[in-house]
């Protein structure tokens, strides 16, 4: 039986792809209590990184965005391995987002809302969020963009 979240994102035409595993010293995320918190995660695709470049330079905003949903997904598939059923998410608590880009560069909150816009669209009201978005000089494996999730869970 598939829950309402899969039920969703099956209307919407997406498919979640498998947790990537983490590339160093840590875990892909961890539970307490009635949180679960995701590591950040990059706009890995078919198992590598896309979306590389410095958004304001080789990366313009609405690519950059589409980075941004691509890391939400992998939130969402992170989330899913950790519980098993999408359906035990309570509500998104915080979204950081991180943007890889030049000094000049100012919109990382129309970036970080390719992620936002997605999990409203995804979860309603349950993907509503406190976040921020923040510029950086570089991200891991040279990617547009990174998030990390805390999420209330039951």
């Given at each position: 039986m598939t829950g309402k979240i899969e039920s969703r994102l099956e209307e919407l035409g997406v498919e979640l792809p498998s947790a990537a595993a983490p590339a160093a010293n840590y875990v892909p995320f961890y539970i307490s209590g009635q949180q679960l918190f995701i590591s950040g995660q990059l706009p890995f695709i078919d198992g590598g990184p896309e979306y590389k470049g410095k958004v304001g330079a080789e990366v313009d905003v609405e690519t950059a965005q589409q980075a941004a949903r691509a890391c939400a997904t992998n939130i969402l598939a992170q989330a899913k391995t950790a519980l098993g059923d999408l359906d035990r998410i309570v509500q998104f608590i915080r979204l950081g987002g991180f943007v890889n880009a030049t000094?000049?560069?100012?919109?990382?909150?129309?970036?970080?809302?390719?992620?936002?816009?997605?999990?409203?669209?995804?979860?309603?009201?349950?993907g509503?969020?406190?976040r921020f978005a923040v510029g950086v000089g570089s991200l891991p494996r040279g990617v547009a963009v990174e998030i990390d999730a805390l999420i209330a869970i039951e």
């Open positions: 000094p000049d560069f100012t919109d990382h909150p129309e970036v970080i809302n390719g992620a936002s816009n997605f999990l409203v669209d995804v979860l309603g009201d349950k509503r969020h406190t």
